[in-house]
């Protein structure tokens, strides 16, 4: 079973497929393929996931590996848009020792708060700016844990965040805690904003 804590040590491969809803399913097919035949069992594997989103726009394919060199990157699926592929260590979760189980028909939803860098040297003050945030967002309700990745190669920040529910993450984003600071955030990175939660629907 994948398991998301920042103790770990593990890193992660975000591949984000954009998709068009009647392609979504084809595409979480191909995905799982993808994972099953050419990831698993290599060095180093650790654990696949596949996610699709709400509004049938996104799949996202989640890699946990042991080390950078064991790594492999996913490579584009054939009759899809090319993914953004990324490899990423968490850097900072809330609550700080929180734990993600990661399993099809799991309670709660996943948001993915996805941000590229406008320049990768941005990273290291976004990162800074991005810990603030979390603890503003820590204990809302609806909240069950977050957990922050930063790629290795210093353009994206992607947001990991467990919540009860569409309606609980809607009222916090409505009135976000971190508002002070988001303005600097952005000039920063560009915000990849999708209202929409995902479900996981594959691991291994």
Not at 2 to 9: D, L, S
Request: hydrophobic residues 40%; glycine residues 6%.
């Amino acid at each position: 079973m994948p398991i998301i804590k920042k103790a770990n040590a593990l890193l992660s491969e975000f591949a984000i497929f954009p998709v068009e809803p009647e392609s979504q399913a084809s595409l979480v097919e191909s995905a799982i393929q993808n994972i099953e035949s050419n990831l698993k069992g290599k060095p180093g594997f650790v654990s696949g996931t596949v996610l699709r989103s709400r509004d049938g726009l996104r799949v996202t394919s989640y890699v946990q590996w042991t080390n950078q060199e064991s790594y492999i990157a996913t490579q584009p699926l054939t009759g899809f848009s090319v993914p953004d592929v990324h490899l990423f260590d968490i850097f900072a979760s809330e609550p700080s020792n929180s734990v993600l189980e990661l399993k099809p028909s799991m309670n709660g939803l996943i948001n993915f708060g996805i941000f590229k860098m406008k320049q990768p040297e941005n990273q290291t003050r976004f990162v800074e700016l991005f810990r603030q945030a979390l603890e503003m967002v820590s204990g809302q309700s609806g909240l069950i844990s977050t957990h922050a990745h930063r790629s290795l190669d210093g353009w994206r920040c992607i947001n990991f965040g467990h919540w009860n529910s569409l309606e609980e993450y809607t009222t916090m984003d409505e009135n976000r805690p971190f508002s002070s600071i988001f303005e600097e955030m952005l000039d920063l990175a560009n915000n990849e904003y999708q209202k929409t939660l995902h479900e996981v629907v594959f691991t291994t």
